[in-house]
């Protein structure tokens, strides 16, 4: 395991901690890190435009006038598509654009992402100690540490002091233990964690790690699970996630139950 510096805010070293190499030592996955976050930001779309057609437009249930005899041009509703506050004739519907990404693969795609910042030095381990929440104090935390450029800190929920601190910079994004994703990692240069949130792949009731839907108070773990071979690369099949189990039952005289 690599071990890696655990600094306070002043940017002075007060121990070491190691990196697990099941999380920041993999060879990542361009593909499934791919893979994942176009799925990520296709959820992100609305999809909310919808025009209404002439079957569901209110009004127009009566025809205007009767079919021959009056010298105008034949007409079975006003909610019709050339009658002004009509229907719509093939116009917009909403829809949904999320995909369906197995969570191996966002395991997967959060390992590889954390693992190519691991392997640029690009990870940090900060007990911040702030007692009171201090803008200021956290932009000069930042240049004692060395960090340029857009920062990821990963923080827990009681650590409202900080939370409070950073909010205002706009550099710095601010992330929950359990909503780490390989999105917010890849969009970061540099990845903040303290010792409490360290992602680790074996589960600890003292340091709640990072997840991706467990429960909130439930430790959670960056699962360890082997990596995705190269017949399933990159792929999304039903056929490897459901199990289908038949049960057959036969009487005493052998006939089927």
Not at 27 to 36: L, S
Not at 205 to 211: E, H, L, S, W
Request: glycine letters at 10%; charged letters at 25%.
């Amino acid at each position: 395991m690599a071990a890696v510096d655990v600094r306070d805010a002043t940017g002075a070293t007060s121990g070491s901690v190691e990196l697990d190499d099941a999380i920041f030592g993999i060879e990542p996955n361009v593909a499934v890190m791919h893979q994942v976050v176009t799925a990520q930001l296709a959820a992100r779309r609305a999809g909310g435009q919808h025009t209404l057609t002439r079957a569901e437009v209110a009004g127009g249930g009566a025809k205007p006038w009767r079919q021959k005899g009056t010298g105008r041009a034949r007409q079975g509703s006003i909610r019709s598509p050339q009658w002004r506050g009509g229907g719509v004739a093939l116009g917009p519907k909403s829809r949904r654009y999320a995909q369906r990404t197995p969570k191996k693969m966002v395991r997967l795609a959060l390992r590889s992402a954390l693992s190519d910042r691991a392997g640029d030095g690009r990870v940090l381990v900060v007990d911040w100690g702030f007692d009171a929440p201090k803008t200021a104090a956290a932009a000069a935390a930042l240049a004692a540490l060395g960090v340029t450029g857009r920062a990821l800190v990963v923080l827990d929920a009681e650590d409202e002091a900080v939370w409070k601190s950073f909010r205002n910079l706009g550099h710095v994004h601010l992330c929950d233990v359990r909503e780490l994703n390989a999105y917010d990692v890849l969009c970061a240069d540099w990845v903040i964690f303290t010792q409490a949130t360290l992602p680790s792949s074996t589960p600890s009731p003292t340091a709640p790690v990072a997840g991706d839907d467990d429960a909130v108070g439930t430790p959670v773990t960056v699962g360890a699970d082997e990596e995705v071979g190269a017949e399933d690369e990159g792929l999304i099949g039903d056929e490897d996630l459901i199990e289908e189990t038949t049960v057959a039952t036969e009487d005493e005289e052998g006939e089927p139950a």
